[in-house]
């Protein structure tokens, strides 16, 4: 019973402690909303000005801060702070499922990579279904494994690289392996053929680094959506597309290869000589959704989106697995002893895919690496326009103290405060499978609280694909003994938000050399 928005009091009732609520009054004016957040905890320069977060994510110690400020904001003023004049972050657990129910989403960050109407930047709820249901029915568990044959193929070829390489004893870099492996699969999906990275290693590099200079770019994108296209076009005009920065020429580039892929499939020209199969997007152009959401721009936007995230985020978590399970000997010995445990059961010295996603311990190997790879490193915002929400600190300096948040406001977290959180994950930045084996109730909780894939009807629609080709690269390095080659734990440690999560400047990547096969 407390608070007012703007001049009119909202009763609630906190019998939970924190309660989604429709109040009974107008929603308030913007003067009014910011009024109210001027209770919420934290230092007073985020809440007047959103050049706080521009500076951390664009510039303080080479940019893509910000995550990391905000763990040290929440230790200093407790589970809820103000990291922008509008917005609310939380570092409460409790608070995951309020955050990510049926809401809108704010799409302030779509302007750094330009895929503004693409299903994952659809800020309408309604619009997002309709956009959501298209693609649905072509990432669930029975179209992946009817995907089982090539990707078997595409697994094969990854065993033929690392079987080149123990016969020359040359260092294989694993993270331009991966990249290829990932993009191969995602291109066959998407377009009905791949570029054959897996067989061009230099060009797999090539385009992994290109991607990491574009994905480099994108808090400066984000944060000055309107300069940075001004800026591109007066270059543009003036010298040519050579003159641009590097990360808006990369994003550029990428954007146009994409594009011209979906123009071969709108006029069925990729038919010709790219395989025999249909794909996801010859199906979504003859699919019953309007006209103007089988556009060349709008499918574009889609496109480029899938292909980026269901490259990089995977190739991230393969590569942070497959240090781990090289550096450290109980984990790929585990992992041995399990695939060989279920080959002897089945008599099969090649598991089937849905053999390989039951193994538990296989399985917890993939989350602990999710984890650590974090997913969308990036605040996750979300809003509702009719709905407030009542919160109750959970601890901290102001435990105890009750806040009403307005319908409209923003509310977001990152998952590195939820993925490092010290009560969840003990000692957070060890890698430990065994955190995930096992159905007692801290290891369920942990599962609800993995925001690797985000959470909520907005949920990263490829986690079953996902899934299913990281299984199988799995087990197939499993298959090789290797020893680091000029890699180290800064390799693969979170270090930059740029979307996703970006090691030490300079990293070269996951290095190996294969010195034998173990099966």
């Known amino acids: 019973m407390w608070n007012q928005y703007a001049g009119q009091r909202l009763s609630i009732s906190l019998r939970k402690q924190n309660t989604e609520v429709q109040p009974s009054v107008a929603i308030p004016a913007a003067a009014g909303a910011r009024q109210i957040l001027r209770r919420i905890p934290g230092p007073w320069l985020p809440a007047l000005t959103s050049l706080?977060?521009?500076?951390?994510?664009?510039?303080?110690?080479?940019?893509?801060?910000y995550?990391?400020?905000?763990?040290?904001?929440?230790e200093q003023y407790g589970p809820i702070i103000r990291p922008t004049p509008d917005e609310v972050h939380f570092s409460d657990l409790d608070m995951l499922d309020t955050i990510y129910a049926t809401r809108d989403r704010n799409s302030y960050s779509a302007g750094g990579l330009m895929v503004d109407q693409s299903v994952g930047?659809?800020?309408?709820?309604?619009?997002?279904?309709?956009?959501?249901?298209?693609?649905?029915?072509?990432?669930?568990?029975?179209?992946?494994?009817?995907?089982?044959?090539?990707?078997?193929?595409?697994?094969?070829?990854?065993?033929?690289?690392?079987?080149?390489?123990?016969r020359s004893q040359q260092p294989l870099n694993l993270s331009d392996v991966l990249f290829a492996y990932s993009n191969d699969i995602l291109r066959s999906f998407c377009f009905g053929a791949d570029n054959g990275l897996l067989n061009d290693l230099t060009e797999a590099r090539r385009q992994r680094e290109d991607l990491a200079e574009l994905l480099r770019g994108v808090p400066l994108q984000s944060h000055f959506k309107g300069l940075m296209r001004l800026l591109g076009g007066i270059l543009?005009?003036?010298?040519?597309?050579?003159?641009?920065?590097?990360?808006?020429?990369?994003?550029?580039?990428?954007?146009?290869?994409?594009?011209?892929?979906?123009?071969?499939?709108?006029?069925?020209?990729?038919?010709?000589?790219?395989?025999?199969?249909?794909?996801?997007?010859?199906?979504?152009?003859?699919?019953?959704?309007?006209?103007?959401?089988?556009?060349?721009?709008r499918l574009q936007d889609e496109a480029t989106l899938l292909v980026m995230a269901g490259t990089d985020s995977p190739r991230l978590t393969l590569a942070i697995a497959s240090f781990y399970m090289v550096r450290e000997p109980s984990i790929m010995r585990t992992l041995r002893e399990e695939l060989a445990a279920t080959r002897n059961e089945s008599q099969s010295s090649k598991l089937s895919l849905s053999s390989l996603l039951s193994l538990p311990y296989l399985g917890a190997i993939i989350q602990e690496a999710n984890r650590l790879s974090f997913g969308v490193t990036g605040r996750m915002r979300r809003y509702s326009p009719t709905?407030?929400?009542?919160?109750?600190?959970?601890?901290?300096?102001?435990?105890?103290t009750c806040y009403a948040l307005p319908p409209g406001t923003r509310m977001s977290t990152v998952t590195f405060c939820t993925h490092t959180n010290e009560q969840l994950f003990p000692d957070p930045w060890r890698f430990d499978p065994t955190r995930w084996l096992g159905q007692s109730d801290e290891v369920n909780r942990r599962k609800r609280c993995l925001m690797a894939f985000g959470k909520g009807h907005r949920r990263c629609i490829g986690v079953n694909l996902a899934n299913a080709s990281m299984s199988l690269a799995l087990s197939t390095l499993a298959m090789y003994d290797m020893d680091l080659f000029e890699t180290d734990e800064s390799d693969v440690k979170f270090k930059y938000d740029n979307q996703i999560s970006h090691p030490k400047r300079g990293s070269k990547g996951v290095q190996v050399v294969v010195r034998g096969k173990d099966v």
């Open 52 to 65: 706080y977060s521009t500076y951390y994510d664009c510039f303080h110690d080479g940019g893509g801060q």
């Open 67 to 74: 995550p990391q400020k905000l763990k040290s904001l929440h």
């Open 387 to 400: 709905h407030g929400v009542a919160y109750r600190a959970s601890y901290g300096p102001y435990e105890g």
């Open 121 to 166: 930047f659809t800020e309408d709820y309604a619009h997002h279904k309709l956009r959501r249901d298209a693609l649905t029915p072509y990432f669930s568990m029975k179209a992946v494994a009817d995907l089982e044959p090539e990707l078997g193929m595409k697994a094969d070829l990854l065993a033929t690289i690392l079987g080149q390489h123990q």
């Open 236 to 297: 543009t005009f003036i010298k040519g597309e050579a003159a641009l920065p590097p990360a808006l020429r990369e994003l550029l580039a990428f954007r146009a290869r994409i594009r011209l892929d979906i123009e071969a499939v709108l006029s069925d020209k990729s038919n010709d000589n790219k395989g025999n199969g249909r794909s996801l997007f010859h199906d979504l152009r003859d699919s019953s959704l309007p006209l103007h959401e089988k556009s060349v721009d």
